[in-house]
Every structure is written in C-alpha cells, then in structure tokens.
C-alpha cells in the first residue's frame, strides 16, 4: 500500500467515524498479512473492534457523568457473607432490564451491610447495558432541591434529576427530612413514575417512613408511586465493618451493632 494510498484510508476512516480502525490501521493490515482471513471476516474483525472501543468510551463516559463515589462491582460482592439477599434477582437486575420497564428497586438494611456497595455496582452495570444513571445521596438531593427551590429554579433542577434513566439514591432515612424535603422528594417521584428507574437504599423499612418523612400520609403517597412497579431486597445480616473490626479483636460476638 502507496503512503499516498495509506492517508487516505486513514482520512476517510476518520471522516466515516472508525476512528479506533484508523489508529490501529498498521496492526490491523499486518494481522490480516500473517492469517490471510477472508474479506469477510477481516470486515467483521474491523466492525466488531470498532464497535467494542466506541462501547468501551460510552461506558467510561456513562460512568463518569454518572458520579459514582467510589469503584464497585458485582463480582467483588460477597454473597456468602449476606446469604439474605436473593442473588438470582440481583443478577437478573443487573442486565438492565428493570430500567427499560421503569421498575424501582428499594434496598433495606443495616447500616454496613452492602448497600451502597450493590447499589454502585448495579448502577454501573446499568450503564454497561447502555442506559444513563446518576447517584447521589439522599442528603445531597434534598438539599439540591431545596436550594433551586429558594432560588426559583426548582422546576429545571427536577428535570435534571428526572433525566437519566436510573436514578440512584443513598441513603435515605439516616436522617429525618423537614416536612418541606418531603415534598420535594415526593414531587421528585412523581415526575419520574412510570417514566424512569430509581434505586433507594435505606435502614429504614417502609413501616417507619412515616417518621423519616414527618407525614403518615405523605409517606405513603411516596410509597404508593415507589412500590408500584418495583423490587425488593432485604438485607438481613452482619456488617461488614464491624466484621473487620472483630477480626481485629476489638470486640466478642457477644456485642449488638450499633446503629
């Protein structure tokens, strides 16, 4: 091949946006030198590596906007030590298929028992299956409300928040919402019902909502929208922090967790 010849090739796979075959141009044509595939699977070589590093830079991408506090997966999550939790249904889940449905997946449990952890590592699968996904925490997003709602601009920052097709809410219930955050969080709901995922994780079972929200009947407006097309997963077990603690011997079996 002339070098004349070469830069165009090159050009013209920049121009058709095949830009990871324009960069690996060299090793891609020696390859085909020394196993001499047919034209058709050295076009399905070229197609299928184009498509993988244009994946490849969706995820990342995906991961990035989405805010992820730290680097979680399914396959580093101890399913031995929670047994309660249905890893079938946490599997399933995983293919993304809940947030083409616009189910909701409520997650309940002590604090350290995994949740934050399975609820990152479900969100980036999600990504990884070609949706959009932002996490925050409960306490960051009341008071992202509550600030574009002093400021006149509470419509456009619901419209942010009702955006990406999943949307991941930490911990919600380690503190208790002034009545005013409950109503942002319940117009926040409403907006996304049927139309689009989210994720809560909490310590708090739905009984008790009533109290996290200051309002019986607000609770369970929130809840009646939430629960409807929606997953449970109950975490009964051990935290994983105080389990590395009482591997340090800092305290017997005999100890209750705290809260």
Do not use: C
Not at 64 to 78: G, K, M, N, S, Y
Not at 178 to 201: D, I, W
Request: proline share 3%.
């Amino acid at each position: 091949m002339s070098d004349l010849v070469h830069a165009r090739v090159v050009d013209n796979l920049t121009r058709v946006y095949l830009g990871n075959v324009a960069k690996r141009l060299d090793a891609v044509l020696a390859e085909a030198a020394r196993n001499e595939p047919s034209y058709l699977d050295f076009l399905d070589r070229l197609l299928t590596d184009e498509l993988d590093a244009k994946r490849g830079k969706r995820v990342a991408m995906g991961i990035q906007i989405a805010h992820f506090p730290v680097v979680r997966t399914l396959d580093e999550f101890d399913f031995k030590f929670q047994p309660s939790i249905d890893q079938k249904l946490v599997r399933e889940l995983a293919t993304g298929r809940f947030v083409r449905s616009a189910e909701n997946i409520l997650m309940v449990g002590d604090p350290g028992v995994g949740k934050t952890h399975l609820a990152i590592a479900l969100g980036r699968a999600v990504v990884e299956s070609g949706a959009t996904v932002l996490f925050t925490s409960a306490t960051a997003l009341l008071a992202a409300l509550a600030k574009a709602e002093t400021e006149g601009q509470l419509t456009e920052k619901l419209a942010v928040f009702a955006k990406p097709k999943l949307l991941v809410v930490d911990e919600l219930g380690y503190l208790p919402f002034e009545k005013r955050s409950a109503h942002l969080f319940f117009q926040l709901v409403a907006k996304r019902y049927e139309k689009g995922s989210m994720l809560v994780t909490t310590n708090q079972r739905v009984a008790q909502w009533g109290s996290v929200f200051g309002d019986d009947v607000l609770a369970a407006a929130i809840l009646d929208r939430f629960l409807h097309h929606s997953h449970a997963i109950v975490i009964q077990g051990e935290s994983y922090r105080l389990k590395q603690k009482r591997k340090a011997g800092l305290f017997g079996k005999s100890q209750t967790q705290p809260e």
